[in-house]
């Protein structure tokens, strides 16, 4: 029996897990108890990080708005010690009610839209029958977030043991209110899966989802094949391995490439969504060292593709998929992925994965969000935006994807250390740092000063935050100094006072060290 709605059970304060406290559970009949906490702290100062292995089998219906699938995850457990359960998140149920961690902070940010949809229009994820080693385990919700789970072995696993947890899953979409999401038929397919949260040498890191406050994931691989109606394109985390997709893809791009070259200026776009074909298709997709999946499904897609030769030799696939929308500034959008790329490579270190990407969404948080290998933008309005854009959105496989520190706790390690280069990309490109959508007169003086202005505007009012404010307790303005703009500012004094070749140097050795691993705030030296 698996007590996938059960309350009556006490739960140990989630701060003793993020301790390192290891929690011992024994069943009573009808509920968990919890019965004695046992001090059992990891190794402090020994370095681990855990191995998930993901095979997943999921199916789009684009009538229900729904995915159903299977998934399969080898979790190898490379602590000092045994674990006697696991969390994990299952983070589609933050759309499930208003009263989630993210319904709050959308009230909290005054975001009306997600309390005023209608019920079919939220979403969720359900028929999780979870195994592991094939036999049933006991599993709860967490009482107040139902987007975090536990599941409680029926034996500790053993420090250097692998084990291999199994589940079928639903997935109701939502509307796009945040990441995960459809737009009609335009499908954002984002923390979708049930994911094992972290556990490293301060214990686990369960966290409900936000829209403002992003992720913490282990590195591992990944296995998808995704089914959906044949004449829907797919841009998706990792190798696309399927003969015939990728077949299909290059006609794409020659359709694309003649309709772009045909434009006017006049034309109005073409928005509204074909039908759906009767004949499906099974792709996959294979990735290595990554620690998120993402894909994005729309049958209006059209695709461009440029290459880059890396110093090595090495090259990388780079691709935009975009709808008519914008569709002048996204046809250069494949180069700025291109330039994007080489620009990182070179000031912090060579760009590890095969291809990169940009797909245009309906995003709902924010102008753009970063996956391993693949980026969603919405709309900008301009070129040098959408160039600046999809910069910084390609920069996070460098700061979260394989420099992969605790977003939330410390969002400052990808967004301030991401935001100081694409800064540096923008004075390098277009002579100043990022602003190409200010008005002139704001732009005779310094992207100092208007940063100036904004801390003092805080600080001034005693409602400044600093840096090191876990995400979650961020107002949204200090979020975006204290996160992107302080630390990109602290970079840039540093740069200046010790010179750019030393900077340079010291970045590519944090890069070389901690890349594919979770460096922490006291790493960064």
């Known amino acids: 029996m ?86 994990f998140h299952l983070w589609p149920n933050a759309y499930r009610s208003r009263q989630t961690a993210f319904a709050r902070q959308q009230e909290r940010m005054n975001q009306s839209r997600f309390f005023f949809a209608e019920d079919s229009e939220l979403g969720g994820i359900d028929s999780l029958d979870f195994e592991v080693n094939e036999r049933s385990v006991r599993w709860a919700l967490h009482p107040r977030h139902p987007d975090i789970a536990v599941l409680v072995l029926n034996e500790p696993l053993a420090a250097g043991k692998q084990i291999l947890i199994t589940t079928p899953f639903r997935v109701q979409l939502p509307r796009t209110f945040s990441r995960l999401g459809h737009e009609g038929q335009a499908y954002q397919i984002t923390q979708w899966y049930p994911k094992p949260a972290v556990y490293d040498e301060q214990g686990w890191h369960a966290m409900p989802y936000l829209d403002m406050g992003e992720f913490y994931s282990e590195f ?100 935009a998929f975009f709808t008519q929308e914008e569709q002048e500034l996204w046809k250069a959008a494949a180069g700025y992925v291109k330039r994007s790329v080489a620009f990182y490579s070179d000031l912090v270190g060579e760009y590890p994965y095969p291809q990169a990407t940009a797909v245009q969404t309906a995003l709902g948080a924010g102008g753009g969000m970063e996956y391993p290998m693949i ?36 969002a400052w390690m990808d967004e301030g250390l991401n935001s100081y280069y694409d800064h540096r990309y923008s004075r390098q490109y277009y002579g100043q740092a990022g602003f190409g959508y200010l008005p002139d007169f704001l732009m005779r003086t310094s992207e100092t000063d208007i940063f100036e202005l904004a801390y003092l505007y805080q600080a001034r009012r005693r409602i400044n935050q600093a ?6 307790e961020l107002s949204e303005i200090n979020y975006f100094l204290g996160a992107y703009e302080i630390p990109a500012k602290a970079l840039r004094y540093l740069e200046s006072y010790i010179g750019t070749e030393r900077f340079d140097a010291i970045m590519q050795a944090y890069y070389q060290k901690w890349a594919f691993r979770h460096p922490q705030p006291e790493d960064f030296r």
């Open 2 to 87: 698996k007590f996938c709605t059960l309350r009556a059970y006490l739960f140990a304060r989630q701060e003793l897990w993020q301790k390192g406290q290891r929690l011992c559970f024994f069943y009573l009949p009808g509920f968990f108890a919890m019965l004695l906490a046992l001090p059992c702290l990891p190794a402090q100062g020994r370095y681990f990080q855990q191995d998930v292995q993901y095979e997943i089998d999921v199916r789009l219906d684009d009538e229900a708005q729904q995915l159903r699938g299977h998934i399969a995850i080898a979790y190898q457990n490379n602590a000092p010690h045994a674990l006697d359960s696991l969390w």
């Open 375 to 410: 980026t969603n933008c919405g709309l900008t309005g301009d070129a040098q935006s959408l160039d600046e854009l999809i910069a910084h959105e390609v920069g996070h496989n460098w700061f979260y994807g394989i420099l992969a520190s605790n977003e939330r706790a410390h």
């Open 467 to 472: 840096p090191e404010t876990h995400s979650d």
């Open 220 to 319: 591992g691989s990944f296995d998808v094949r995704i089914t959906l109606p044949e004449n829907y394109l797919v841009a998706a985390t990792g190798t696309l391995e399927t003969e015939s997709e990728r077949a299909f893809l290059e006609e794409q791009i020659r359709v694309s490439s003649a309709h772009l070259r045909a434009l006017s200026g006049e034309e109005e776009p073409r928005l509204s969504f074909p039908a759906s074909s009767s004949r499906r298709k099974t792709i996959r997709f294979t990735a290595e060292r990554v620690h998120d999946f993402a894909w994005f499904a729309d049958k209006r897609f059209m695709v461009q593709k440029d290459t880059l030769r890396l110093p090595s030799g090495r090259t990388v696939d780079c691709w």
